[in-house]
Each structure stands twice: as C-alpha cells, then as structure tokens.
C-alpha cells in the first residue's frame, strides 16, 4: 500500500491534500494479492526485479497492491547469440484479485526483431526514452541500496552510473577530440543535470531527517514513469503571462530550468514535483497581474508562509 508523508501537518492547506490522496487510493484502478513473473525468449532472461515487492521464489514476484501509479523495473541480461532477422518475445503475466473480489490474469507479449546495429543507434534514441531509462535505473538501484549502504557510498554509485554511460559514448562513439573537451550525446545531454539533482535530494542528503529518507526510499522504489524526472527535478513554469501565445497552442508554458537567472522579480512562478506545488510570488509584480490571478492589490496582502528547508 502506499505512503503518504505530511511534514510538518499544517491544519490551513493539509486537509485538502488529504482528502484528494485518499480518494485517489480509494477509487483509483488497482488489484491485490497479485504475483508477476517476467519471461524471456531463448538469449535473454530475466536478471533482477526492482520495486516494493515480496519475492519468495526466484521467478515471482508477490504484489499486496498493484495501481496505475506504481512501476516494476526488469533487468535483463542477453547470454546468448541472437541471429539477425529472428525475433525475440518477452511476455509479463500478473495474476492478482480485482476490487469485486475476482481473481484475473493479465498477460502482455512484446515480440521485437532483432538486428545488428552499432552503438551509436542506442545513444540516437529519442531522448526521453533514453534519459528515463537511465534515470529509472539509478533511481531503482538507490532506493534498493540506501536501506543498507552508506549513503556516500551511494551517491558514488549514482554518479559512476552516470559517468560510465558517458564514457562508453566518447570511447565508442565519438569522434576524435581532445581530451578535456566535455562530450554529451544530444540524448544524454541532461542526464549530468538529473544525476545531481538525483545527488543532492532528500533521499541521498546526510543530512535528512529518517521519516523523509523512509519516504522517499518507498516513493521512488515504485515510481511512475511520469512522475519519476520531475519529482527530483522539479518542473517550473511562469503563471503571469498566461495569456501569451504558446507554441502549439498548448495551454501551459514551457518549463523553466530551475536557476535564478530564469526567475524575476517581476514575475509569479509555480514548482511542482508531482507531490507537492509552490507559488513563487515576485516582490515586483504588477498589481493588474496579482487582481487577476490571486484577487488582491498587492504583494503585502499575500499571507506569509515559512517553508522548512
């Protein structure tokens, strides 16, 4: 089941947040009592699970509740030669009980062609799809080390993962360069940014108070996709220019990358990560701004709230 964490529990904006994350655990799509087993084809197979789990036997994995919020990661390890042009199948059954009581299967097969390709093909995929899967990885693998090994033991293992990918482009894929010169594939190019954020969050701070490392170890253990970047690098848009165009027509505006220089005085931001949302108020923003968005006349009439670091 999961964990809800509200510190320190302010009787003001805290209840609202309660009653949304308890109707989300109660309605939601989810099933209990279930056990998952990944299968392979002849070449692959399966090396280890990741997640909030019980294992009792090599191949299952056993789940007390499984939703649409929750991610299992699969490691898999290629020992054999696969031929050009066959193809490769991987099938993932999860056996669990609906919330009317009746007990279900759910099978999802995955058959991919092989080919021979170079190095260079796995560095030019799209670069979300890269960069999550790196990101997932180092996620799951420190939230499974953390419960018994220094953390800056840890914290080393975060950033050796980051600097081997790297390594492996400039050795294997790179031109000839000198070498001091930094070299980033286009698809990893924000794979260093994340691995320090990933450094520097509560889970990994020594500094952190214990429920808060507990916390973070039980959310980022099953995170999903979505949700996996931004609740380490949050996400931050401007709010006080609403009315401009966006490209796209989407309604809401580019992210931000979080440094001072992208924040002004002028202006009203908010930062998410999935978990939790903060307004930043400029001290200069214009009262034609503040009426529209907040209904006041100035900066002054905005209550104050201190937030804990």
């Given at each position: 089941m999961p964990v809800?964490?509200?510190?320190?529990?302010?009787?003001?904006?805290?209840?609202?947040k309660l009653y949304n994350?308890?109707?989300?655990?109660?309605?939601?799509?989810?099933?209990?009592e279930a056990v998952m087993r990944v299968r392979c084809s002849q070449g692959i197979q399966v090396q280890d699970y990741y997640g909030n789990f019980c294992?009792?036997?090599?191949?299952?994995?056993d789940l007390p509740a499984i939703d649409c919020n929750k991610a299992i990661m699969v490691t898999l390890k290629h020992d054999d030669k696969l031929q050009d042009g066959s193809e490769c199948a991987f099938q993932c059954a999860l056996l669990y009980t609906t919330v009317y009581g009746q007990r279900r299967i759910r099978v999802t097969t995955l058959s991919l062609p092989c080919t021979n390709c170079l190095l260079l093909s796995c560095f030019s995929l799209p670069e979300l799809t890269i960069i999550l899967f790196l990101f997932l990885t180092t996620l799951f693998v420190a939230?499974?080390?953390?419960?018994?090994t220094p953390l800056v033991n840890v914290r080393e293992q975060m950033m050796n993962l980051c600097v081997n990918a790297l390594v492996s482009y400039r050795k294997f894929c790179a031109t000839v360069s000198?070498?001091?010169?930094?070299?980033?594939?286009?698809?990893?190019?924000?794979?260093?940014l994340y691995t320090l954020a990933l450094i520097k969050s509560t889970g990994l701070r020594n500094d952190g108070r214990i429920d808060d490392r507990s916390f973070w170890i039980t959310y980022v253990s099953s995170v999903s996709i979505p949700l996996a970047v931004p609740f380490v690098y949050p996400r931050m848009v401007a709010i006080h220019d609403l009315d401009s165009k966006v490209e796209?027509?989407?309604?809401i505006p580019p992210f931000l990358p979080l440094s001072s220089e992208h924040v002004s005085d002028?202006?009203?931001?908010?930062?998410?990560?999935?978990?939790?949302?903060?307004?930043?108020?400029?001290?200069?923003?214009?009262?034609?701004?503040?009426?529209?968005?907040l209904g006041i006349n100035s900066v002054e009439e905005i209550p104050t709230q201190v937030i804990p670091s």
């Open positions: 809800y964490y509200y510190y320190p529990f302010s009787a003001l904006p805290d209840p609202a994350d308890l109707r989300w655990n109660i309605t939601r799509p989810q099933g209990f294992k009792r036997i090599p191949t299952d994995i939230a499974n080390e953390i419960p018994s000198s070498s001091g010169q930094l070299i980033l594939p286009e698809a990893l190019k924000l794979l260093p796209g027509g989407s309604p002028e202006g009203i931001y908010l930062l998410e990560n999935g978990e939790d949302a903060l307004i930043y108020i400029g001290s200069s923003v214009d009262s034609n701004i503040l009426r529209q968005l």
